[in-house]
């Protein structure tokens, strides 16, 4: 493994993000995999700690007649009701979307008679049913499901998150390449282009560990919402944090210094010493 390789290994100083430019692409690649594994399950165990048990719960309280037909949900038992509430998540059926069942859960989940709607934070949005979908919503036949499915979506969480950093993180460094490149340039800093895409891919992955640790706090009940927000627009100021002071640790560019204009001729370079030796034997015959 090359010394530049071994010399780029950790993202969490602006050294080290800034040694990534001199680093081969694959092994950016795979510094990220790492990082984005650690990103993955802090994601998949928030997920799994704050929903999955209230999904469990609601599947338990689920009526022994219930499904989604035509667009249109019918519902065995009485309207409003509560299936289950935890702290991060509630799911509700309110048929007529009256608010009457809503709780103080961050992100409430309602089943209305012709949509699904969505309250968080910034409001609700409403979701209709897909006209051609049928699925049932009886105990009896959901808790098979969620049973086989619940490791599939917890997989496909993990996998999912993976994916979209490393894919983020490759297209957002095409953005910021050519601004550190300049800024680069301007500093009078030893960075190419390609170099600058590979700094810029490594400064992303600081900010995105620090959402992973605030996605944790927020699993554990130390973070709110809020705080989670403001969490993610720092993990965005860390980037650029990064982006603008690991250009300046690396080694500046050397101008080649410029000639003496009141130097005469350089001297011509001393003959060999067997040379001047048999140049100044007079006596010596000729090798002809």
């Known amino acids: 493994m090359s010394r530049l390789v071994l010399s780029a290994w950790q993202p969490f100083t602006p050294r080290g993000v800034g040694r990534f430019a001199t680093a081969s692409t694959a092994w950016l690649l795979a510094v990220q995999c790492v990082c984005a594994l650690f990103a993955a399950a802090a994601v998949t165990w928030c997920v799994r700690a704050a929903w999955f048990p209230v999904v469990q719960r609601a ?3 689920l009526p022994d007649f219930g499904e989604v037909r035509s667009g249109r949900l019918r519902w065995g038992e009485a309207s409003p009701q509560t299936l289950a509430e935890g702290r991060c998540l509630a799911l509700v059926v309110d048929l007529d979307h009256g608010g009457d069942a809503r709780g103080a859960a961050h992100v409430s989940v309602e089943l209305g008679s012709a949509s699904v709607r969505i309250y968080s934070l910034f409001g609700y949005v409403d979701a209709p049913y897909p006209a ?7 105990r009896s036949e959901a808790l098979p499901w969620w049973g086989a499915w619940s ?3 917890l997989a496909g969480v993990f996998g999912g998150t993976v994916a979209a950093l490393v894919i983020s993180w490759a297209v957002l460094a095409l953005m910021y ?9 301007l500093a009078s800093r030893a960075l190419g282009l390609r170099g600058a895409w590979r700094l810029s ?6 900010g995105a560990l620090w959402l992973a640790v605030a996605l944790v706090a927020y699993g554990l009940g130390v973070f709110d919402p809020v705080r989670l927000l403001v969490a993610f627009g720092a993990h965005l100021a860390v980037t650029w944090v990064y982006l ?10 050397r101008a080649a ?12 370079p001393e003959a060999p010493k067997a040379e001047r030796a048999r140049g100044e034997n007079p006596f010596r015959a000729n090798a002809d």
Do not use: H, K, R
């Open 59 to 61: 599947v338990q309280n």
């Open 132 to 138: 051609d979908w049928a699925f049932a919503l009886s």
């Open 151 to 153: 490791p599939v979506i």
């Open 177 to 185: 390449a050519v601004p550190v490149w300049v800024f680069g340039q």
């Open 201 to 206: 891919g490594a400064a992303q992955m600081p």
């Open 244 to 253: 603008l002071i690991s250009p300046l640790t690396l080694p500046p560019v």
């Open 257 to 268: 210094a410029p000639g003496n204009p009141f130097a005469g001729e350089s001297p011509q």
